[in-house]
């Protein structure tokens, strides 16, 4: 596609249940981020993919969150036994390689709001 | 470990007028920076980068940076303000050792009255 795109765009969810997000990188696109930005505040870097290379998940917040990825395509991220301090917006980013001068391209975020 | 500082929350100026949004950082070494913008329900949109060469670099919709390595700032900069400018402006640090992270700072709000 043309951009990031992210799915749903907005998630509401009851504390304890398991959710999962989902981001579709722009085509070629080897390297990709997951972020979460809570009301008010920077983003927080969550995880990492690079071409078949093991994932630096040193950003995930605790083991209720996982992430995946199919080759460089899709991915998912899981928040498991979710908690009102997992509600946030999550965004995934993707990049042409990991490269430090590339710029990373953002999807528009999916909201989860924990009740 | 690398970190990025925008000291103002919010940004206030008149249409036409000057626009300047700061950022400092702290990293070892030689930085990567780049600014975005966050328009309200939308995913962050790139700006500009500073990664080597002129310290001042021009980048989307007007909008400029200048690298002040002695004062460690990237302060973003448009000589005239639209009421479009609007929005919320990320200034992110990637330093040259982990080559994928990004840091970023907590934003600042800015505000173009008409």
């Known amino acids: 596609g043309a951009g990031v795109s992210q799915s749903p765009s907005n998630k509401v969810t009851e504390k304890g249940k398991d959710v999962e997000l989902r981001c579709d990188p722009i085509?070629?696109?080897?390297?990709l981020y997951w972020y979460r930005q809570r009301l008010g505040q920077g983003l927080e870097f969550l995880i990492y993919?690079?071409?078949?290379?093991?994932?630096?998940k040193s950003g995930l917040p605790s083991d209720r969150f996982s992430a995946e990825r199919t080759g460089e395509s899709v991915s998912t991220l899981t928040i498991q036994r979710t908690q009102q301090e997992d509600s946030a917006v999550y965004l995934c980013?993707?990049?042409?390689?990991?490269?430090?001068?590339?710029?990373?391209?953002f999807g528009p975020g999916t909201r989860l709001t924990v009740l | 470990a690398q970190s990025v500082a925008q000291p103002e929350d919010q940004v206030n100026v008149a249409e036409g007028n000057p626009l300047t949004v700061k950022c400092t950082y702290s990293?070892?070494?030689?930085?990567?920076l780049f600014w975005y913008v966050q328009y309200p329900n939308r995913g962050l949109q790139f700006l500009l980068k500073y990664i080597t060469g002129d310290n001042l670099v021009k980048g989307s919709y007007g909008f400029e940076a200048e690298f002040n390595k002695s004062q460690t700032s990237f302060h973003l900069k448009k000589p005239s303000a639209l009421v479009s400018d609007s929005a919320l402006y990320f200034c992110a640090v990637r330093d040259r050792v982990s080559d994928y992270k990004l840091s970023f700072g907590a934003g600042t709000t800015v505000t173009v009255r008409a």
């Open positions: 990293v070892s070494g030689n930085p990567y």
């Open positions: 993919f690079q071409g078949n290379s093991a994932p630096d």
């Open positions: 085509s070629g696109h080897t390297a």
């Open positions: 980013a993707s990049s042409r390689t990991s490269g430090p001068g590339n710029e990373q391209f």
